[in-house]
């Protein structure tokens, strides 16, 4: 497994934004934050596995501000020989994931874009609540995707996978 320094290198070399490798900083701050709680409550998770992917969980971000930036995240990170477990970290990072259908949709690749792994699951979580280089609450991140025009059942697994990794939100 690569290192930070050399993750946060990878992004810089593929040319990201220093707004969005600060995104990608936070995200990581806090995704460890989130893994070491479920650590310390008896899950296993691989904190240094969730601190990598988060940092290059927008890798993509250095050709596309789109939605298919996680996918084109996915191509330079296999260009970059990642392993796997932080390839698809990359690739579900989006929201609380995607169906097959809601990728087909949004013109991705058809393939299952839903995190399964409680490491793939903080990072999605973290990049939610990360705007910018600022952590907001999850009621923030609702209402943004709400005013975007995301869908109920959209907003509803952000919520729910909030509940599932972070908690901050058990006793909401």
Do not use: W
């Not at 995240?73 to 995607?98: C, P, Q, R």
């Not at 996978?161 to 909401?172: G, M, N, P, T």
């Amino acid at each position: 497994m690569i290192g930070r320094n050399e993750a946060i290198q990878i992004l810089r070399d593929e040319g990201c934004d220093e707004k969005v490798i600060l995104h990608c900083v936070t995200v990581s701050d806090e995704a460890v934050r989130i893994a070491q709680e479920n650590v310390a409550v008896g899950r296993d998770v691989d904190i240094c596995l969730v601190e990598i992917g988060a940092l290059l969980h927008d890798l993509g971000r250095s050709k596309s501000h789109d939605i298919d930036h996680a996918v084109l995240g996915v191509e330079l990170a296999k260009k970059h020989n990642l392993d796997e477990a932080v390839i698809n970290i990359i690739k579900k990072h989006i929201g609380a994931g995607l169906t097959c259908e809601e990728a087909h949709n949004l013109g991705l690749p058809d393939d299952d874009y839903m995190p399964k792994t409680i490491e793939e699951k903080i990072v999605a979580h973290a990049d939610n609540i990360v705007k910018g280089d600022k952590v907001i609450t999850l009621k923030k991140r609702l209402k943004i995707m709400k005013e975007r025009g995301l869908d109920k059942e959209a907003r509803k697994r952000v919520k729910e996978l909030a509940y599932e990794v972070d908690f901050k939100y058990s006793d909401d």
